[in-house]
């Protein structure tokens, strides 16, 4: 199969109640573990690339990685996405060389602006058979190297989603509903703790995401932020040289909720990076002695297909649905 837009795989999503896991990648080991555990759970699939994973990679290297996974995982469907396209010509150059779907996030600007910078990435990619994430809302956390306090955070006005969809065209909707960049989502002030000191954060505004789907009914939601910031990999890292207190994500029951209602596409960046680092920083200590990249690479990639496979199953619920 050749690589896909996400038109079906949301549709198919949206009436059966799961989400479609999308996955950063920035090499390698990352595109094969992601794409080995959703060839091996038959799970629909987005590989998304970010700006600063096009500035450290190079696009062809990437988009070839990308179209590598295809061809070695015929059974399953895979869309090469843009993630947080900060302007029109980083769409157009995606959707130029070869992505079947970019986002266009202007959610940073006024509304009227954030509409006229949507609509013209939409009117070019859908003349090009490409689909078009937009946003509206402002999550806390840092991406690329956009930083944004809670403080300048902004939940998305349920309000605005009508107006906005209609007039832009968008094919998604990435909407702020308490989820955030990073590994460190919530500041303890913002938390509780639970018996054994873990950081326990505010729920999911689902008042918000509720008011949101009523007032666009069938319409595919995007959830970003969406790290659970599994504790073992925390703890991992940490008694292994690492430096990592009170980093905490977004607790899966409540992701699962999401994908049961209107979220089709789950963000997953940060729970591959935990994984990836704290399998190596492991493999170091272990065996200070070794330098061979082969060696500490290949646990590494099979950490990042487990937490994969884990998030397919429990979290998005997309296994068996390729
Ligand atoms: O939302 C941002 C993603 O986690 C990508 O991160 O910009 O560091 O590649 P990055
Ligand atoms: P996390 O930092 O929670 O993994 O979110 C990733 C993301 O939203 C990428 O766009
Ligand atoms: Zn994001």
Excluded at 15 to 26: K, P, Q, R, S
Excluded at 207 to 228: M, T
């Amino acid at each position: 199969m050749a690589l896909v837009t996400s038109k079906e795989m949301f549709k198919k999503a949206y009436e059966g109640h799961y989400a479609v896991g999308a996955f950063n990648v920035n090499n390698m080991e990352i595109v094969q573990g992601i794409t080995e555990a959703c060839r091996e759970e038959k799970a629909p699939v987005i590989l998304q690339v970010s700006k600063g994973a096009r500035a450290y990679a190079n696009h062809t290297y990437l988009v070839k990685l990308v179209e590598a996974a295809v061809l070695e995982c015929p059974e399953i469907p895979i869309v090469l996405h843009l993630d947080h396209g900060p302007d029109f010509e980083t769409c157009k150059s995606c959707i130029d060389g070869g992505f079947t779907s970019v986002m266009i996030d202007a959610s940073s600007k006024p509304f009227e602006e954030n509409i006229a910078i949507t609509r013209k990435v939409v009117e070019y990619a859908h003349d090009h058979g490409v689909v078009v994430e937009a946003e509206l809302g402002t999550l806390a956390g840092v991406e690329d190297d956009v930083k944004v306090s809670a403080e300048d955070s902004s939940y998305t006005r349920p309000e605005e989603v009508e107006e906005f969809v209609s007039k832009t065209g968008c094919d998604s909707l990435a909407i702020a509903i308490g989820t955030s960049h990073g590994a460190y989502k919530f500041t303890a002030a913002q938390c509780t703790r639970n018996a054994e000191g873990i950081l326990v954060p505010p729920p999911l505004r689902f008042d918000v995401l509720e008011e949101v789907s009523r007032r666009l009914p069938g319409f595919p939601i995007v959830l970003h932020g969406s790290s659970s910031v599994p504790q073992e990999y925390v703890k991992m890292v940490n008694e292994h040289g690492g430096k990592m207190p009170d980093a905490v994500g977004i607790p899966e029951e409540q992701l699962r909720k999401a994908a049961s209602l209107s979220v089709c596409k789950i963000n997953v960046d940060s729970d591959l990076r935990l994984a990836l680092t704290g399998t190596i920083r492991q493999f170091f200590d272990e065996h200070p002695e070794k330098f061979d990249p082969r060696e500490y690479l290949k646990p590494a990639r099979a950490a990042i297909k487990e937490i994969v496979r884990h998030k397919l199953i429990h979290v998005m619920g997309c296994n068996g649905k390729a």
